[in-house]
């Protein structure tokens, strides 16, 4: 941080820093309503710009805030976390927690650039890093066929973030998303599907208070529901749901949640985003490589499915 304000100022520029608490848990509008008596302070104006440097929970905040301060200025995302990198600083959601779910209180706000370096990578702790490919994994198993069979083959290179490596995994992420984004930025349509595990990960997330999984580990868990589900429906084959399974554990990401039972599950999500007038929208795959909606699967169906992924089956 002291740098990038360094390096500000010597290009004759006024910057300041302004901190938030670690983690989720400070993500929510105690931190905003301290943040925007903090900008009123500095007398930060329409003609200011905010910086987001750092993970996905700094980018999430400061884009709110951005958003909502005087009717909404400009931001750049700056990640500096994988994470980061190839989901949350791209597509112009942001969004706060409330006690009740993940992401409920929230503005489309499009950054003015996006500025991604992967040599800040290489002090990644290694947990964190293998958590991003949660979401990497989801790209290819809902999206991009060729690309999951990339990382299936390029899995050892990846974790030992070879640069060539995670130079065209950030890259095809990026494209990945942004060409879903650039047909609905809105969330209205397609881009729901990049809720592809997201149901089970945002439960899994909030019952542990956010402190026992991450996000992307949440979401390697919820792939590998949302595949065990889809084969109960026939809509993916058992060897598919291995291929998946063994990607994600390969990435040293679980592939079963602690802490929360099913009748958990289901209570929290029906406070979800993707929860409408009572009716469930899952997002499942059609094989490895194209996903799509689902409405009201029966509770059977996904207990079942959830059981299975508990017993830790193999198909």
Known sequence: MGRLVESLKSAGMEAECLFMPPGEEGKNFNTIETLLEKALDLNIDRRCVII????????????????????????IQVPT??????????????????SRGKNMAGVFHQPLAVFADISLLDSLPGEEFSAALGEVIKYG????????????QHLRSI?????????????????????????????????????????????????????????????????????????RLGRVSGEEVSRVKRLVAGAGLPVKPQGIGFRDFMQIALNDKKWERGNSIFILPEGIGKCSTVSNISEGVLRLAFEEMMEGRTF
Not at 81 to 98: E, H, P, R, Y
Not at 141 to 152: H, I, K, V
Not at 204 to 230: C, D
């Open 159 to 231: 974790l030992g973030r070879e640069p060539r490596c995670l130079l065209y995994l950030v890259e095809k992420s990026v494209g990945l998303k942004a060409h879903v984004v650039e047909k609905d930025e809105k969330d209205r349509g397609e881009r729901m599907l990049l809720n592809l595990g997201h149901t089970l990960a945002h439960a899994v997330e909030k019952a542990g208070n956010y402190r026992t999984f991450s996000h992307g580990q949440a979401v390697g868990i919820g792939l590998v529901y949302a595949f065990v589900t889809a084969r």
């Open 81 to 98: 976390t994988l994470l980061a990198m190839v989901d949350s600083s791209i597509g112009g959601k942001v969004a706060v927690n409330v």
């Open 52 to 75: 987001a440097l750092g993970g996905g929970v700094v980018g999430d905040t400061a884009g709110f805030l951005a958003g909502i301060y005087m009717r909404g200025i400009d931001y």
């Open 141 to 152: 198993a809902g999206f991009d066929r060729e690309f999951f069979e990339w990382q299936e």
